[in-house]
């Protein structure tokens, strides 16, 4: 397995395309999906799913055109639906946490609310794309409607139990040099709101 991460857009938006047996999972293709193809392309990979983080705009800017390209749908947790600015036609609607086996990966979906109401984090092997729950040194904004700050903190609380050798690779890039990609470890020293998480998460209610 192999991952991508091609960071498009006004925002730092990182889109990301797991590589496996010459097919790619995607996850969160948005804003240049021109450049996403030619990539695919290059590298001769089929994509054969692709997942949402969340429903924002940012991270599904133009999917419609991937998902129409390569006869796809894209996998969003139902409770993110209500908002999504997609054709329903294009949707493949679902409860996390839930278990897939694509491309001869098994793909854990963790429901991780906050953000929004249907937040996942996508874990394959010891690698997590934490979408905007998790941020190098941050997390996701929870003054949105759909956000919710107590959600968050039990999110929080659940990624801060994961071992601390899982990769993480977020929605943005807004941290310093590779500033989306990290580990379990790293960010529980260096994210406070993390190591609250684990140390004392009443604390992170003053903080969200
Ligand atoms: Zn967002």
């Keep these: 397995m192999k991952v991508y991460t091609l960071m498009l857009g006004p925002m730092s938006n990182c889109s990301y395309i797991i590589e496996n047996q010459e097919q790619a999972i995607l996850i969160d293709p948005s804003w240049d999906i021109p450049a996403i193809c030619k ?20 991270h599904m800017t133009d999917a419609d055109k991937l998902l129409k390209k390569y006869n796809l749908k894209g996998y969003l947790d139902e409770r993110d639906e209500a908002f999504c600015s997609l054709p329903y036609d294009l949707l493949n609607t679902y409860k996390a946490p839930k278990k897939f086996e694509i491309a001869g990966l098994n793909i854990d979906v963790l429901l991780t ?33 759909g956000a919710n700050p107590d959600s968050l903190i039990q999110s929080l609380i659940l990624l801060a139990s994961l071992p601390g050798d899982t990769i993480i690779y977020t929605g943005h ?16 020293s260096t994210n406070p709101y993390l190591k609250m998480a684990k140390e004392n998460p009443k604390l992170l209610e003053d903080m969200l």
């Design 39 to 58: 990539f695919l392309d290059s590298k001769s990979l089929k994509p054969v799913a692709v997942f949402f983080t969340h429903a924002h705009q940012d």
């Design 113 to 145: 609310p906050g953000h929004t109401r249907g937040s996942v984090c996508i874990k394959i092997d010891n690698i997590i794309f934490t979408g905007d729950t998790l941020f190098v040194n941050s997390v996701g904004r929870t003054d949105l409607p």
């Design 173 to 188: 890039s807004y941290g310093r040099n590779e500033g989306f990609k990290s580990t379990v470890k790293q960010e529980l």
